[in-house]
């Protein structure tokens, strides 16, 4: 069964850091792209950031220069590094993956599948 886990989320401080994770289980992460979304409470679900399996990187304009994706094929996880965090970041945020063994682009974010569960980001003073 595939599967996506999240981690790392919780409470920080404004301009704090934390670094989210998605372990993959029961498929391994080679031909995948894999995003990461936040979806705010009141707000629609947004996509952040995502990595294509050839290493390509997409950021939202709004955590440019923040936030920072990388992926560890060996390990099967890929990761969030958010820094320099803002109260705007709060939401609830979910990874997922697209097959997408040929692209470089990861940005077709209706095409990704296989969500986790969401981890919590909370970032207030």
């Known amino acids: 069964q595939l599967q996506l886990v999240e981690s790392g989320g919780g409470l920080a401080q404004p301009g704090g850091s934390l670094r989210l994770s998605c372990a993959a289980s029961?498929?391994?992460?080679?031909?995948?792209?894999i995003g990461w979304f936040r979806q705010a409470p009141g707000k629609e679900r947004e996509g952040v950031s995502c990595?294509?399996?050839?290493?390509?990187?997409y950021y939202v304009d709004s955590v440019k220069g923040r936030f920072t994706i990388s992926r560890d094929n060996a390990k099967n996880t890929v990761y969030l590094q958010m820094n320099s965090l803002k109260p705007e970041d709060t939401a609830v945020y979910f990874c997922?993956?697209?097959?997408?063994?040929?692209?470089?682009?990861?940005?077709?974010?209706?095409?990704?599948?296989?969500w986790g569960q969401g981890t919590q980001v909370t970032v207030s003073s």
């Open positions: 997922a993956a697209y097959f997408l063994p040929f692209g470089r682009d990861c940005r077709s974010w209706g095409a990704y599948t296989n």
């Open positions: 029961g498929f391994t992460l080679d031909s995948w792209s």
């Open positions: 990595v294509s399996r050839y290493g390509n990187t």
